[in-house]
């Protein structure tokens, strides 16, 4: 249903655009061979006026970051130049290769199965109806251009498989990068531009297994056709990636450090810090109640359960870890706050998260970054 109403609301926008930018066609030529007509400067100003308002469209649907208070984003548009701005805080992004990944296990019944398993497995993925096998990640220490430890930093590269025919000619899926500092909680999100992916990815035929190296700012111009941006495609990632950089599930989580039963994705707590570099003006915000059970580890993104919840997942199956049902009752009251908005709801309150040295921070009606994502969506999931 959200997809849905997400492709009705576009194709109507498209349409609403092409009947209000007809002087972008080709000119036509008079009768008898005259020159092609010229546009007036009314006709100019007028196709200037519908980029602007198409522009705003897509900003507002997806949580721009062009436009949010009086503050202009500073995320380049480019690969490259993202990675040169993120290199003081983050160093240099890593070079992935998928064939060194840790491949994420798919199992049905306690046992590893291969191929396309949609929800039939034990551990199925969050997003969308499909689960295949051959999905990789792997983590990284941070480093400088010179090959410098930095401890404080980590990288982690996901390779998300959606391809079950193994025939990398027709790949489908995506590569993406996630930088973090866990002492100043400065993060960065590299997206790979899926149309190009099987210049680089292969698969192995019977499992399906991600492999190939992806192309690295040595080569600017090879990084820049690998990877985007989220300015480039006018997306807030917090939209997802709300509580912290990384999003968990039990697909995720069954990727262990070889040797160890530690996640290669890393679990954080409510403590840690969190900021998007070049994302100044998105919503950094999330709901907490004080006092309130599912709030004592963890901060909580009410739009990533959303995500989840619309795939199916069922919380009181999963959480809390220790002990899964036993929060039903608090479950159910965070559900009826995010509803009302917490605003209407008495010790509730949206918060940002703590950055760049400084505690965690109640915010309020004039908090300058709202975005239209983050407030509650009815679905068939979450009435």
Known sequence: MKQLLLVTLVVTALIAYASGNKDGAPAKKEAGGNKPETKSPAKSEQKEKDKEKWKNFLEALFGGSKKSGDKKSSMPKTAFLYAKMVEPELGVPPKVDLSKGVEIPLYVDGVQKYGNLGRKCDNYSLLGKSTVSGSVVQRYEGRTAEGKPLPDVLWVAFGRNENTSGDHRRFSGSVQMIGYNKKTGATAFFETNSKNLNRWVTQDKTTLRMRGQIPWIDNPKEFNKAFVTPAAVHNQCVSCHQADPFVTSPFINAAKIPGTDKTVVPKL?????????????????????????????????????????????????????????????????LLAAWKKGPENVEGAEWIIPPARGKNSQVVGEDYPHKARFNRWKKSHFFQ
């Open 269 to 333: 707590d409510k403590d840690s810090p969190y900021y998007v570099i070049g994302g100044e003006n998105w919503d950094m915000r999330t709901m907490h109640i004080k006092d309130h059970a599912c709030f004592e580890c963890h901060r909580v993104g009410m739009k990533t359960i959303e995500l989840f919840l619309d795939a199916g997942w069922d919380p009181n199956k999963h959480m809390p870890p220790r002990k899964p049902g036993s929060l039903a009752e608090d479950y159910r009251e």
